[in-house]
């Protein structure tokens, strides 16, 4: 009966230890994310790039461009361009045209903006290529 009770115990200091670990390695399970404002150079309007990543490493992502900077968001196809998973994202942005250069193209929103969004649909050969090249090309990529 005595090793019983002693083997539950270590048990159980196992598991609170364990959990204990974890929380220090990992504070913050919740989806991170980045925002970038773009603003319109003809006038005050803005749109925004959204990145959210979730999952125990990370390994989940959606991008959006939006006209709602609200950082908690969920993905909505009808008024946002929606990117889902981890492939490369770049952009470049001038004269109210946003240039989005990605694996796969999004279905076109109705969103009342007066920017010119273009989607180039890349190879993932191309964009491979780009992660070595995009800022001589004057392309930024989502942080």
Partial sequence: MRILVIAIITIVFIIVGFLIYTYIIFPDLGPTVSIVEITSTNNSEKIYIKKKNWGY???????V?????????E???N???VFKGLSPFFYSFNNDTLNLFVLSKSKVPNMETNFRIIQSELSGRDLIDLLQTFKEKGLKKIP
């Fill in 57 to 63: 490493t990370g390994d989940s992502q959606v991008i």
């Fill in 65 to 73: 461009v939006s006209e709602s900077s609200e950082k908690q968001f």
């Fill in 75 to 77: 993905p909505n196809e």
């Fill in 79 to 81: 008024t946002e361009y």
